[in-house]
């Protein structure tokens, strides 16, 4: 089935620093989508992705739909010890479809 | 407005056993999906569905049945667990497209099952 490649596997960052993680894909998305999640709970959604070059913010995080529509990047600004969590990105070809998941990115801040 | 609800939180099998993973969701979304989630392997599609009486295979099917009766249930049928089925199941669950604000074009997760085959 089709793969996305997550990266990097795992950050360890100092509080109020920026971060920054991707998603590529060998075939093409026309939905990109970023999850959070936390110990013993399901993923979820920080921000949607409809259209290729969409570039979409929500609070401290910023989103990329990348324009061949086979990547996106997700941007945290200015860390906060409530960022630490598994970080997901997450494709969908057709409304209907399910999701295409990448392996995730650990985040861990350091006091 | 409970969101998605999974039962059991927590269950062991033995091996051979059968047991189904409730699943219910209280928003009137036409489109859910069961994933499982295994350590360092993100979260993989096992069925999904777009409405009532309609089901398809995601990227894992195999040992696993689905039905989809109503809108608001869609119950995961294990009809002998093995220990590869140990793992970490999630419902989700989204309106269809055209509806609601951008966050409601995303799939709402439940809270999970941890499942263990022994």
């Known amino acids: 089935g089709q793969q996305l490649n997550q990266s990097p596997q795992s950050m360890f960052i100092q509080e109020g620093e920026d971060v920054s993680m991707n998603c590529t894909s060998s075939?093409?998305?026309?939905?990109w989508l970023w999850y959070k999640q936390e110990p013993g709970e399901g993923p979820v959604l920080l921000i949607a992705l409809y259209k290729a070059g969409e570039l979409t913010s929500n609070g401290r995080l910023t989103a990329q739909f990348g324009i061949t529509r086979k990547d996106s990047f997700l941007n945290i600004s200015a860390s906060i010890p409530s960022d630490v969590g598994i970080y997901f990105c997450?494709?969908?070809?057709?409304?209907?479809?399910?999701?295409?998941f990448g392996k995730g990115t650990h985040l861990i801040i350091q006091p | 407005n409970a969101g998605v609800t999974q039962t059991p939180k927590f269950q062991v099998l033995k091996t051979g056993q059968s047991m189904t993973l409730q699943c219910a969701q209280d928003m009137n979304h036409e489109y859910m999906s069961w994933y499982r989630q295994d350590p360092g392997m993100g979260l993989r599609l096992i069925h999904y569905?777009?409405?009532?009486?309609?089901?398809d295979q995601g990227e894992v099917p195999n040992g696993y049945n689905v039905s989809r009766s109503t809108t608001e249930d869609f119950p995961l049928r294990l009809l002998s667990a093995a220990p590869s089925q140990t793992s970490v199941y999630f419902c989700?669950?989204?309106?269809?497209?055209?509806?609601?604000?951008?966050?409601?074009?995303?799939?709402?997760f439940g809270s999970g099952t941890r499942l263990t085959v022994v």
């Open positions: 997450a494709g969908q070809l057709g409304g209907a479809d399910g999701l295409t």
């Open positions: 569905s777009v409405g009532a009486g309609i089901t």
């Open positions: 075939s093409i998305f026309n939905t």
């Open positions: 989700a669950s989204r309106p269809p497209p055209g509806t609601g604000g951008f966050l409601n074009y995303g799939y709402t």
